[in-house]
């Protein structure tokens, strides 16, 4: 005797659990994709420490950093510069069109750096009347 | 003849379908923020503003007589000795000294204006910790000493 059996449900279900699976990697692949094309822009260097840091985010949106390394050197935007370049660069550099907004000038300068190579840096955004210049530190140095 | 249920194995077999994805993502999850935290350097700003323009040309005015004009002169020690630090001709030993009288210059007045001059060999560490501590003991007017453009531009 065959026994009657259950007809089996081939409903073809939506499967949402592999795509929540696969939009995650994603998610994580460009997060983690982005963190390092982030860092690979920010040279290391040495920072100063400072107690009065403040929140770099807090302040305009708009904003150049120049890494100066301890030899002297200038970095924008991943590019080694002569200071001729980035001279040329502050003084021509395009102001943001919004109305009240500002480009700020962030100096990543190594801890080590003399002060000859950020004194033109600060002439030039004078001159250029980039008056928004800010150092980049670590918070600390309380004490 | 009784036949065996299979529903309940089914329901077994579904359990362990969505447990797995679940574990998986989380596992995900943990390892990517793990690698996010590790290696995170928090790079914060100290912010100046500069005066426009043509600075070398804006000289210092004569101020009020109870307004005293704060110099601060960093350069190099003979040797090793680091950077020293001369506040209007009396030299401070060392950073503490140049936080604590600053702050003690500031009770009295804020509005003093503190003028940074410092030499091209002094480090940025140096300068940054010094111009923190005027920051610091809240003075209203902080600036950077500037050479003229005659001396730099050949005006």
């Known amino acids: ?143 | 003849m009784r036949i065996r249920s299979v529903i309940g194995v089914d329901r077994d077999l579904n359990d362990s379908q969505t447990m797995t994805p679940m574990i998986d993502i989380v596992f995900l999850l943990l390892v990517f923020f793990v690698c996010v935290a590790t290696d995170q350097v928090v790079e914060m700003s100290l912010p100046t503003e500069l005066a426009s323009g043509n600075v070398s040309a804006q000289e210092t005015k004569p101020q009020d007589s109870w307004v005293t004009e704060i110099r601060l002169h960093l350069y190099r020690g003979p040797g090793d000795s680091g950077t020293v630090v001369e506040m209007n001709s009396r030299i401070l030993t060392s950073f503490p000294e140049v936080k604590s009288t600053l702050k003690a210059l500031a009770d009295v007045s804020r509005e003093s204006p503190v003028l940074l001059n410092v030499e091209d060999d002094v480090p940025l560490g140096d300068v940054v910790q010094v111009y923190d501590s005027c920051r610091s003991a809240e003075f209203e007017l902080i600036n950077f000493v500037m050479d003229r453009p005659a001396a730099k531009y050949g005006l």
Request: glycine share 4%; proline share 7%; hydrophobic share 40%.
């Open chain 1, 1 to 143: 005797m065959k026994p009657a059996t259950a007809p089996r449900s081939r409903s073809l279900r939506f499967a949402i659990t592999p795509m929540i699976d696969i939009v995650f990697l994603l998610i994580i692949f460009f997060l983690v994709a982005t963190h390092f094309v982030k860092s690979e822009t920010l040279e290391p260097v040495e920072l100063p420490e400072a107690s009065q840091a403040e929140d770099p985010e807090a302040s305009t949106p708009h904003r150049m950093t120049i890494t100066i390394r301890e030899d002297g050197s200038y970095i924008l935007n991943g590019r080694t510069l002569e200071w001729l370049e980035l001279e040329s660069i502050l003084l021509q550099v395009e102001k943001p069109r919004e109305k009240d907004a500002q480009l700020e000038v962030r100096l990543r300068g190594d801890a080590r750096t003399e002060y000859r190579f950020i004194k033109p840096i600060l002439e030039a955004c004078a001159k250029a009347n980039l008056t928004k210049v800010g150092f980049t530190v670590l918070p600390g140095g309380g004490e």
